[in-house]
């Protein structure tokens, strides 16, 4: 009884203090409607518009409807027509141009003979984004690029529907992203939580009152998970209207994936402020998490593409077992029970790192 | 452990590395008692404050406080002492009012008294025009009262209070200690640590700290009778030059300057203190002139701190 009114004494302070601190009150709204938008918006693997020259040597029937195959595929905007190579490599240099399409005098012969390219693709290289999709057109039933022999069938007319429009990044980045969201104001709030009583002073009060360090943590998380849940929200109303994402899925299956997901971070940042001197090594430590969470959670790179060394890191990581939960129930409609594995992981990783940030927390100060 | 301590200390060790912030502490503190901690910076008054009250671990010795023995069950020791600290640590962005609440709450003061208990708090402490003030922004002398108010708020039988009034004027040090003689009177023991002579003669007791080692206790009247020193005082008209020349008297231990007049303390043993400073003065041809004084707290402290000093040179 005593214990409850010190842990509602504990939460009442925290609320209290986070109201009175706009800017972290602005980072709960504010952080993941940004993130959302930048993500969302200019995070966009459908490259579209790529500026475009065509130096066409043969200006044949079939060197003509080739154009037109590959202008209507939007991935290229032909932004203009050359005479030679050469003036193809003078726009690129200067930029003008991030492809060049030079069509060989002999093009009719090359289509027809499997053992030479069709045609040749100019392209910038110095943007990764921009060559990996000029290799994807190399899927275009054109033997293109110089150096390999092309090995697609002489289907003139019929151009894959490789960037359908209908292909939309956010769907698929979203679900994602929420795991990103959650994870880098999860942590950053309770790891300056202990710290910042340090720093101000408080904590020599606090650790001369009767609050055991349990009661302290339990009070300092609890403000926090009602936090996660209203972000989650937000994420999921902002990825609904802007970005129409679906959740297929049970909405209470998510909710209950992001409370195993918002308990785990919230106590793996208790355990980072007990370990932390200041409020900057706190964020630091913060970031230390942040990143890996982000490259090597699958939210970024898929996850069997990475070493092995990297996918143990990122099993460790609440974020990818929180990203394998949003993409299962919001896209592939999986319920939780099918996911208990993972909700097993987050909840077994918040109770190891809560029990570790009590134990470390020690009421003396030395 | 006798009832009649609210403290008992024997060997009292603390070090942090090659550091030895207090040295073989012996303490006893009566209750009902206010017992003055008196000592320069880093004499380690904090240091023994916060092993009283379980913050730190003593590196040897023993306590008993309240008859528990720290840093045995802090836990149950924690309810029934108050503790001031020396930086101000309440919630600077909380209100008076809500931080009253916060303590009364975390030290699960009756549910039903908490209003009253505050309202009484923020009346007696002069609290109640800013109850609705941010803590933080509140002067040096309110905030002052306000960690008064939050340490005694649950009635603790002892109140420790580490250097409460270094930051506040002389106005704000007066009401101050008129409310620790109130609590004492009530029955709280309150062990006070100060660097100001006035406020360590109010002490019904106390020690003197001089770089971890208690140098001497008792009451301030006992420290006066018994400094073992003679306290000469010289009225010169130019008492720099005087100060020169009692310096270089070889039986002098200390001169201290008051405005136009010289403290000389001159080792009890000696038979004729006035004499040998009056001859030096006159040898000097300084117009001079000494009598023999009782000892003020600020002699008995010069001269507990000065015997080491001597030593180590």
Known sequence: MKSLSRIFAILVKEVRQLRRDRLTFGMVVGLPVMQMLLFGYAINTDVRNLKTAIADQADTHLSRQFVTELAQTQVVNLVGSVDTPQQLEELLRDGSISIGVHIPHDFDRRVVDRTRAASHLLVDGSDPTILGVANQLRAMPFGFDAGSAGTAAPQLIEVRPYYNPERRTPVNIVPGLMGVILTMTMILFTAVAIVRERERGNLELLINTPVSSAELMIGKVVPYILIGMLQLALILAVGRLLFDVPVRGSILDLYLAAFAFIAANLALGLFISTAARTQFQAMQMTVFILLPSILLSGFMFPFEGMPLVAQWLGEALPNTHFIRLTRGIMLREASIGELYRDVGYLLGFALVAMTGAALRFTKRLD | ?313
Not at chain 2, 115 to 137: C, H, M
Not at chain 2, 165 to 177: E, G, I, K
Not at chain 2, 274 to 294: F, M, Y
């Open chain 2, 1 to 313: 452990m006798s009832p009649e301590f609210a403290i008992q200390a024997r060997g009292l060790t603390k070090r942090f590395g090659d550091l030895i912030a207090v040295s073989q502490l012996d303490l006893d503190v009566p209750r009902g008692e206010i017992y003055g901690f008196l000592g320069p910076n880093g004499s380690g008054k904090s240091t023994t404050i916060r092993m009283l009250c379980g913050l730190l671990m003593p590196s040897d010795g023993n306590a008993f406080v309240l008859d528990t023995e720290v840093p045995g069950d802090a836990r149950l020791l924690k309810p029934r002492i108050g503790y001031m600290t020396q930086k101000f640590s309440l919630f600077g962005d909380m209100t008076v009012y809500e931080n009253l609440q916060f303590i009364a709450e975390i030290y699960s003061y009756p549910r039903r008294d908490r209003s009253t208990r505050i309202e009484e708090l923020l009346e007696r402490y002069n609290l109640g025009d800013q109850r609705k003030q941010l803590a933080g922004t509140l002067s040096g002398g309110q905030k002052q009262r306000l960690a008064l108010a939050c340490a005694v708020l649950h009635r603790p039988e002892l109140l420790l209070l580490d250097e409460p009034t270094s930051a506040v004027d002389p106005q704000s040090r007066r009401d101050f200690w008129a409310a620790l003689f109130r609590l004492a009177e009530a029955g709280t023991t309150i062990l006070v640590s100060t660097h100001y002579m006035d406020e360590a003669e109010r002490c019904h007791r106390l020690a003197i700290l001089d770089r971890g080692v208690k140098v001497a206790d008792g009451t301030p009247t006992e420290l006066q009778e018994n400094t073992g020193m003679h306290v000469v005082e010289v009225t010169a008209a130019n008492p720099y030059h005087a100060q020169v020349v009692i310096a270089t008297i070889p039986d002098v231990a200390s001169v201290t300057q008051l405005g136009v007049r010289l403290r000389v303390l001159i080792p009890g043993a000696h038979d004729d203190p006035t004499g040998i400073v009056d001859a030096a003065l006159r040898s000097a041809g300084l117009d001079a002139r000494a009598t023999l004084s009782s000892a003020t707290l600020e002699d008995v402290f010069v001269a507990v701190t000065l015997k080491p000093r001597r030593q180590a040179a």
